[in-house]
């Protein structure tokens, strides 16, 4: 099938289509029906939904929850792929979040082992549903090498333009070969004075060949053989000159491999990147967390974060509030709470990660979007006492940022560490209708612009927190 023609299947989509108008905003509706109708293969294969927004001047949180209620309705189908932080390759892909692997992945063409952090090296990714449209990647042993590198090894973000794949294809390579599974073959290279990677992106293995010292008019021999699990990457040292290079795929599945240069060309064209959307961002989506609650980790996945931040609200004297106006009033003044703080998260592209009582327990991917959103409670519970003509709804605020890791706690996915310890205890230390961040949180650039541009000075502390040995410096932020 050719790659760049649609081709739409016969099941008729016009209803989970009609069912999208109505759950994604109708402009982002329009713009995936489009891309389902009119995309080329290639667009409807791994979607980049920053890349999406961008394109089309939509906005992000919108796209990511439309793209997220198409894949409900059965549209796309959403996949987890782990990344080289090197050269981008995806080195493993899964279709729910509870596959991911705690344990290191293999990346043979940088010869690197890296964790599967959900902060950098996760990509969530969308590929059209194959009973919605047909596309070559549905069936990836059919693509031709190069459509394979672009559209199954790199990742979304791996940003190659028509210019740099044709330089990719053409000086950047000696050899590329489509060997299919119980063939082998040789070929006749002229090694220049470079370092050389022969890589193969079905099996990820990898032959590394330093070639340096005198040329030589003599015909090198170098035999690499292909089994369905990768070897180690080694490297051996060749002089410039012919290499006959025999190659034997004992796979069960063709091979792939390819004869790169690995100097300045190829180093630059892996070094173009653009943004994608990563796993953390997506476990602090609320439309993720509503509606892909089956899609969680299991009970004894432990997911490392490098940084997120936590913020934690509770309402001052809800108990006395009770109390004072009664059960159906305080109901009322406490539910309307509610209804403010969770559209201020969702709106500043946080998540709830659960309710205690009266108080909530939310996660950001960025300091600065926390400490806005925090700001906008505060207002947002000033208007609502104003409103009513009383001064009952009174929120302490706390937001800490730091490493943690993400979890299964009573069926439903959460955060342990001592980031959270943190700052549930720092929100637990304003009297008042105040917010308190923390060193961490007011040590990013965006958080002091976000402050000054508010005329806001912060002021300084140190505070004793239960169950933290040593004092902290927090700050209040009047």
């Known amino acids: 099938m050719d790659i760049d023609t649609p081709s739409i299947e016969s099941t008729d989509s016009s209803a989970q289509f009609a069912a999208l108008q109505q759950a994604a905003e109708p402009a982002v509706a329009r713009a995936i029906e489009r891309l389902v109708a009119e995309g080329s293969d290639r667009e409807l294969n791994r979607i980049n939904l920053l890349d999406f927004s961008a394109r089309r001047e939509l906005d992000e949180e919108r796209v990511i929850s439309g793209f997220l209620h198409a894949s409900r309705l059965g549209l796309f189908d959403l996949s987890w792929n782990v990344l080289c932080p090197g050269c981008g390759g995806v080195l493993d892909a899964h279709n729910t979040l509870k596959s991911l692997r705690p344990d290191e992945y293999h990346c043979g063409l940088c010869a690197s082992d890296y964790e599967a952090s959900v902060d950098k090296q996760v990509e969530v990714a969308f590929t059209v549903a194959p009973r919605v449209r047909r596309i070559a990647a549905h069936?990836?042993?059919?693509?031709?090498?190069?459509?394979?590198?672009?559209?199954?090894?790199?990742?979304?973000?791996?940003?190659?333009?028509?210019?740099?794949?044709?330089?990719?294809?053409?000086?950047?390579t000696l050899d590329a070969i489509e060997l299919p599974t119980g063939r082998s073959v040789t070929r006749a290279?002229?090694?220049?004075?470079?370092?050389?990677?022969?890589?193969?992106?079905?099996t990820h293995a990898a032959q590394f060949i330093d070639v340096q010292g005198e040329p030589t008019d003599e015909?090198?021999?170098?035999?690499?053989?292909?089994?369905?699990?990768?070897?180690?990457?080694?490297?051996?040292?060749?002089?410039?000159?012919?290499?006959?290079?025999?190659?034997?795929?004992?796979?069960?599945?063709?091979?792939?491999?390819?004869?790169?240069?690995?100097a300045d060309a190829l180093h630059h064209l892996l070094g173009q990147r653009k943004p994608f959307l990563t796993a953390k961002r997506m476990l602090s989506n609320q439309t993720f967390r509503d509606v892909f609650k089956a899609d969680n980790l299991t009970i004894d996945q432990r997911l490392k974060i490098t940084?997120?931040?936590?913020?934690?609200?509770?309402?001052?004297?809800s108990t006395a509030l009770y109390e004072r106006v009664g059960d159906l009033a305080a109901f009322d003044l406490v539910r309307a709470h509610f209804r403010a703080l969770l559209e201020i998260i969702s709106s500043h592209k946080g998540a709830v990660v659960k309710t205690i009582g009266d108080a909530?327990?939310?996660?950001?991917?960025?300091?600065?979007?926390?400490?806005?959103?925090?700001?906008?409670?505060?207002?947002?519970?000033?208007?609502?006492?104003a409103e009513r003509g009383t001064a009952d709804l009174v929120v302490k605020i706390g937001i800490h940022e730091g490493p943690c890791l993400a979890v299964m706690l009573n069926e439903r996915q959460d955060y342990f560490g001592q980031t959270v310890n943190i700052a549930s205890r720092v929100q637990?230390?304003?009297?008042?209708?105040?917010?308190?961040?923390?060193g961490t949180v007011i040590a990013a650039p965006a958080v002091a612009t976000l402050l000054r541009q508010a005329g806001i000075t912060p002021i300084q502390k140190q505070a004793a927190l239960r169950g933290i040995a040593d004092k902290v410096v927090v700050y209040e932020i009047p």
């Open 139 to 172: 069936d990836p042993n059919t693509l031709p090498i190069w459509e394979y590198f672009r559209q199954m090894f790199w990742s979304s973000g791996v940003d190659f333009n028509e210019q740099g794949f044709a330089q990719l294809t053409g000086e950047v």
């Open 189 to 202: 290279l002229q090694l220049p004075p470079e370092f050389i990677i022969v890589f193969e992106p079905v």
């Open 219 to 262: 015909v090198q021999q170098l035999s690499l053989v292909y089994h369905k699990l990768a070897t180690p990457t080694e490297t051996i040292t060749l002089r410039p000159g012919p290499l006959q290079l025999s190659l034997d795929n004992r796979a069960d599945t063709r091979v792939l491999p390819s004869v790169f240069i690995a």
């Open 307 to 317: 940084s997120l931040t936590f913020l934690f609200t509770d309402l001052k004297g």
């Open 360 to 385: 909530v327990m939310a996660t950001f991917v960025a300091p600065e979007q926390a400490l806005a959103a925090g700001l906008r409670m505060r207002a947002a519970m000033d208007a609502l006492n």
């Open 428 to 438: 637990g230390l304003a009297t008042s209708q105040a917010i308190h961040i923390t």
